[in-house]
């Protein structure tokens, strides 16, 4: 399963990038340094909610839309897993016998 903090990243980056903002940009607006945003962007490191108040604020949309979103890609995760370990359920194992 993909960690939270990798979701968090990906909706970061991909609201940065479609404002077409530099990570020095959202530093500046933000007041945090450009590497940890980065880590963030990554799923590197799991940001505060006083730090994702302030990225969303720097990329002007709400918080609860970043939430949403991630909430959105962790519900679609969830549901490929569920959809594979049922599927798994069904399959019939194969033992493999050493000849």
Request: charged share 25%; net charge negative; aromatic share 2%.
């Amino acid at each position: 399963m993909t960690v939270m903090r990798q979701f968090v990243g990906e909706v970061l980056r991909a609201r940065r990038i479609a404002e077409g903002l530099t990570l020095r940009d959202v530093s500046a607006r933000a007041r945090v340094s450009l590497g940890y945003i980065s880590e963030v962007e990554r799923g590197q490191k799991e940001p505060s909610s006083e730090l994702l108040a302030a990225l969303a604020a720097a990329l002007e949309v709400p918080l609860s839309k970043v939430l949403l979103d991630v909430s959105s890609l962790l519900e679609l995760e969830e549901a490929a897993e569920a959809h594979l370990a049922s599927v798994s359920s069904i399959a019939p194992s194969t033992v493999v016998s050493a000849a």
